[in-house]
């Protein structure tokens, strides 16, 4: 059970996320209960949305924002962000079941995303610290700039998510996936 309230429906929720919420169920025909987690705060809740909401409109592909998901969720052993990414890997992304285990063990069976994930697990690990050798070697897997800022703000996010929902012990709402190391 969770150590936070998740409001049971979008009704229940404060006021001013009700409107988030109904966005959010709009979109994806349900409300997870991250999201309703979260709306205790609209505040959190609309940064949330609004910077994952951006980071959707990025260059990145959805298949490799799901992989850093997914070893981010690893890393930080967050059982409900692997839980819902692999999920969404699989359905959304359409990612396979190999692709899901080398993600989740910071890899890629794709070169390109390999470099990706490999990034984003470093700076997960090293909480940002990277040398000079890691930035390049993204740099010469092809990865842009723009790309690059965006795979450490897809850390940041997913940690975020990640610790959010590992203090409040949110209810797992998807096919439940428990960390390697747990």
């Known amino acids: 059970m969770s150590h936070l309230n998740i409001p049971a429906t979008i009704a229940d929720a404060?006021?001013?996320?009700?409107?988030?919420?109904?966005?959010?169920n709009k979109q994806f025909g349900i409300v997870p209960n991250l999201f309703r987690l979260v709306a205790n705060s609209p505040q959190a809740?609309?940064?949330?949305?609004?910077?994952?909401?951006?980071?959707?409109?990025?260059?990145?592909?959805?298949?490799t924002r799901e992989r850093i998901a997914l070893a981010v969720a690893e890393?930080?052993?967050?059982?409900?962000?692997?839980?819902?990414?692999?999920?969404?890997g699989k359905n959304l992304a359409k990612l396979d079941d190999a692709e899901i285990?080398?993600?989740?063990?910071?890899?890629?069976?794709?070169?390109?995303?390999?470099?990706?994930?490999r990034f984003a697990a470093l700076i997960a690990h090293e909480r940002?610290?990277?040398?000079?050798?890691?930035?390049?070697?993204?740099?010469d897997a092809g990865y842009s700039e723009a790309q690059i800022i965006?795979?450490?703000?897809?850390?940041?996010?997913?940690?975020?998510?990640?610790?959010?929902?590992?203090?409040a012990a949110t209810d797992i709402d998807f096919p439940e996936v428990q960390p390697f190391t747990v």
């Open 14 to 24: 404060p006021a001013a996320s009700r409107p988030l919420l109904e966005a959010v």
């Open 45 to 63: 809740l609309e940064g949330y949305l609004a910077l994952s909401g951006a980071l959707n409109r990025g260059t990145l592909p959805a298949q």
């Open 75 to 88: 890393i930080n052993q967050c059982a409900y962000c692997l839980s819902a990414h692999s999920y969404l």
């Open 101 to 117: 285990l080398a993600n989740r063990r910071g890899a890629s069976t794709d070169a390109k995303a390999d470099a990706a994930v």
């Open 128 to 139: 940002g610290h990277i040398g000079p050798d890691a930035l390049q070697a993204v740099k």
């Open 150 to 167: 965006e795979i450490v703000q897809h850390v940041a996010l997913n940690t975020w998510t990640n610790y959010i929902n590992s203090v």
